[in-house]
């Protein structure tokens, strides 16, 4: 008999509770990536508030499984670009397609902002980006790149008046 594991993505502030565990157990194993979002969400330098970003988390029986974010890329000019941010899954729950469903929101929502999505990720994690359509890239600040220019957000007929 399969087992379903259900997870819910719900908007995250690192500032919460449950956000710690997780924080500490990305630091045990060698990520300082949810280090700098809460001290960045802390001092005020990157609260995922501006036009088309958003961090999410993605829970199961209250606990935080894992956690992703969108930005404006910082590293590019102008606005059209975003980036994915601090993408972490916590080891209880890897392999369950976690990191997918919360890369997968990401895409989803950028797709609605901006034409290009970005990410630097790790060598361990090429393989993964590759799997949801990113390109591998050699850019200063960017190992992968998805397009999003066919995705934008195309109002409903409806509204178009």
């Given at each position: 008999?399969?087992?379903?594991?259900?997870?819910?993505?719900?908007?995250?502030?690192?500032?919460?509770?449950p956000f710690q565990p997780?924080?500490?157990?990305?630091?045990?194993?060698?990520?300082?990536?949810?280090?700098?979002?809460?001290?960045?969400?802390?001092?005020?330098?990157?609260?995922?508030?501006?036009?088309?970003?958003?961090?999410?988390?993605?829970?199961?029986?209250?606990?935080?499984?894992?956690?992703?974010?969108?930005?404006?890329?910082?590293?590019?000019?102008?606005?059209?670009?975003?980036?994915?941010?601090?993408?972490?899954?916590?080891?209880?729950?890897?392999?369950?397609?976690?990191?997918?469903?919360?890369?997968?929101?990401?895409?989803?929502?950028?797709?609605?902002?901006?034409?290009?999505?970005?990410?630097?990720?790790?060598?361990?994690?090429?393989?993964?980006?590759?799997?949801?359509?990113?390109?591998?890239?050699?850019?200063?600040?960017?190992?992968?790149?998805?397009?999003?220019?066919?995705?934008?957000?195309?109002?409903?007929?409806?509204?178009?008046?």
């Amino acid at each position: 008999m399969a087992v379903s594991f259900a997870y819910l993505l719900q908007p995250l502030q690192p500032t919460a509770p449950p956000f710690q565990p997780l924080l500490e157990e990305s630091r045990r194993n060698g990520f300082d990536m949810l280090a700098r979002l809460g001290s960045n969400w802390t001092e005020g330098g990157n609260r995922f508030d501006a036009m088309g970003e958003m961090l999410l988390g993605a829970w199961r029986d209250g606990e935080l499984a894992g956690v992703c974010g969108l930005n404006i890329d910082p590293y590019v000019a102008g606005r059209r670009q975003g980036r994915v941010r601090h993408l972490y899954v916590g080891e209880a729950h890897r392999r369950r397609g976690v990191g997918a469903m919360l890369v997968g929101a990401v895409i989803d929502a950028a797709g609605r902002h901006f034409s290009v999505l970005n990410t630097r990720a790790p060598v361990e994690a090429h393989r993964f980006y590759e799997s949801l359509g990113f390109q591998r890239v050699q850019q200063d600040f960017v190992t992968h790149r998805l397009m999003l220019d066919g995705r934008l957000h195309q109002p409903a007929l409806e509204e178009r008046h």
